[in-house]
């Protein structure tokens, strides 16, 4: 009589076992790009650390740290077994949202408290993970903005490139006491729509 041979290991493989080019690609890109951030390969892996205040291609605006403070946003990339195919989750830590952002589209948070960054037919599994930490990164800006009140919502396409937030962001916070704090909002109407 003959058995048959049945494992009882039922360890998932890890999508870089699959994907070793693109561990090696994103571990490179990440490195280089945000080096604050630090691997960890339990599960399917995820990076945690903190992002530049503004890792952007322009100069910073001169009072980006009277808005946001010296650091930029602490956060959780989470892979899944699914990757590339499907984007990582990004968990911010610091600041974390509150329960009652993560249900209102115009903060950018889903209803477990991760960042929407993107549309799911955006990510293809080709684009490079690096554009979603900037988006993060600018996330972080646009957070302290709608906590101050002088944003209603943040930009439909973020502020990595998107410079319709800078004006506000060259001008020192008001109070949060202070009644000229929603002027900041309408200064600048001629900015071009977010």
């Known amino acids: 009589m003959t058995t048959a041979h049945t ?5 998932p493989i890890p999508w870089w076992a699959c994907e070793p080019r693109r561990l090696h690609r994103d ?4 490195t280089t790009r945000f080096p ?3 691997w960890n390969d339990e599960g399917a892996g995820s990076w945690e650390g903190r992002l530049p205040r503004w890792p952007f291609d322009r100069p910073e605006p001169e009072h980006l740290t009277g808005w946001i403070g ?3 946003l602490l956060l959780r990339m989470e ?6 195919m499907v984007a990582p989750r990004l968990v911010p830590l610091d600041p974390l949202p509150e329960p009652y952002e993560w249900t209102q589209h115009r903060w950018h948070v889903n209803g477990d408290a991760t960042l929407c960054l993107l549309r799911d037919d955006i990510w293809t599994g080709r684009e490079s993970v690096v554009d979603l ?10 957070y302290a903005l709608m906590k101050s009140g002088v944003i209603e ?3 439909a396409n973020g502020i990595v490139d998107d410079l319709c937030f800078d004006h506000i962001l060259t001008q020192p916070p008001a ?3 202070d009644p000229e704090r929603s002027d900041q909002a309408t200064a600048g109407q001629d900015r071009p729509a977010c």
């Open 153 to 155: 919502q943040m930009s």
């Open 36 to 38: 604050g951030l630090a």
């Open 79 to 84: 892979y899944s077994q699914a990757y590339p």
């Open 175 to 177: 109070p949060p006491d």
């Open 27 to 30: 571990r490179e890109e990440i």
């Open 70 to 72: 010296d650091e930029g």
């Open 133 to 142: 930490l900037l988006t993060a990164a600018g996330w972080r800006v646009e």
């Open 7 to 11: 494992s009882t290991d039922r360890t």
